[in-house]
């Protein structure tokens, strides 16, 4: 059903080309927002946002972000909705895609939004799973062109957790040819199916944290314990002490290198206060940029090509 | 400060196809969003004339 759909629901499903074009909407549409142009192309359009997990700056972006495209935003919790447990997720996918223009899951596993998707009659975006994050690597890339240019055939440092953040910057990697050195504590390596990877060309292990940065153009990390793995914090605090992004590890990356960080941080565990607000990290300009890409995001899914 | 500009030429119909996005169609469940809609028109607004 619906086969031909276009969806967002991991890195991979959009080629280089499109990413091309995203970027180049999205920077038109934030230079219309920040001048204060009314633009609204998706007028009588409705967002349905489902979340199975917490969230600050997704619902906020995306809400926002439909408002200011013209169209509504309506906020869907567990409360409302618990795909696969109120009723088959294949069941809500019908039911909910007949109603609204676009929808956005934030739920637990790839395989809820993939088969909701495939009984969507409209576009569905993926608003962070256990296994991927596109949205926020759509942004965070962004982010980095606004502040060096390109990223391809730069290097991005992963230091942490191998969670749905680390998996996406991979796929992003493969597709916008860039690579990534990535430095989890042992037992937390990345693993490549579960990423869901072309192959392992773009991206290189290391053990030690510091050889990670080296030279890198962008250091990234993410909280020691993602939503969801709340079970282990304790063991966790533990095991990623050594994999903290600090001033040290800084000065070993590129001179012009960047920090980035989704959020929320957490100071003097994943990242040094030092760092996250230090002269070097642009993680204001990388949330601020997550409502710009999802309005591009969401205008290609319900317009196509805007000329 | 600019407040307000021409909106650019989008045409969401024109577009839909290029997305492959289907066109709303009619049927099933869907009917629950159509008649509540016409139940608050119609007590909101009264008879209309079509």
């Given at each position: ?112 939004i993939e088969r909701f998707a495939r009984n ?164 204001w300009d990388e949330a601020e940029n997550r ?17 | ?50």
């Open positions: 059903m619906a086969a031909n759909i276009k969806h967002f629901l991991q890195f991979k499903d959009f080629t280089r080309a499109e990413f091309e074009y995203l970027f180049e909407r999205t920077r038109i549409i934030k230079e219309r927002f920040k001048g204060y142009q009314k633009y609204w192309p998706l007028e009588d359009r409705t967002l349905v946002m489902i979340f199975e997990k917490a969230s600050t700056r997704t619902r906020l972006s995306f809400e926002a972000g439909m408002h200011q495209l013209g169209g509504s935003a309506i906020y869907l919790n567990t409360r409302d909705s618990q795909l696969g447990r109120g009723e088959p997720v294949e069941d809500a996918g019908k039911v909910i895609s007949r109603m609204s223009d676009i929808v956005m899951i934030r739920t637990f596993e790839q395989d809820i969507s009659r409209v576009p569905v975006i993926n608003g962070l799973t256990n296994e991927y994050h596109p949205c926020q690597v759509l942004a965070d890339i962004y982010t980095y062109i606004e502040h060096r240019g390109s990223i391809t055939g730069k290097t991005v440092a992963w230091i942490g957790d191998s969670n749905n953040m680390c998996n996406t910057w991979l796929q992003a990697a493969e597709i916008l040819d860039f690579n990534v050195h990535v430095s989890t504590p042992p037992g937390y390596e990345v693993e490549p199916e579960r990423a869901g990877l072309f192959g392992a060309e773009h991206y290189e292990e290391f053990a030690d944290p510091m050889e990670a940065a080296k030279g890198a153009d962008l250091l990234t990390t993410d909280v020691w314990t993602s939503m969801g793995w709340e079970a282990e914090n304790e063991e966790r605090m533990k095991d990623f002490a050594d994999w903290q992004v600090d001033g040290d590890m800084m000065r070993v990356a590129a001179k012009d290198a960047v920090f980035m960080h989704c959020l929320p941080a957490h100071r003097g565990e994943e990242v040094s206060a030092e760092v996250i607000d230090g002269p070097q990290s642009v993680v409502l710009h890409v999802q309005k591009a995001l969401m205008e290609y899914l319900l317009l196509g090509k805007v000329k | 400060m600019k407040r307000s500009s021409p909106m650019q030429p989008v045409s969401a119909n024109a577009n839909m196809s290029a997305a492959n996005v289907k066109p709303r169609s009619g049927g099933g469940s869907q009917n629950l969003l159509h008649v509540q809609k016409a139940l608050m028109e119609y007590l909101l607004l009264g008879k209309l004339d079509h």
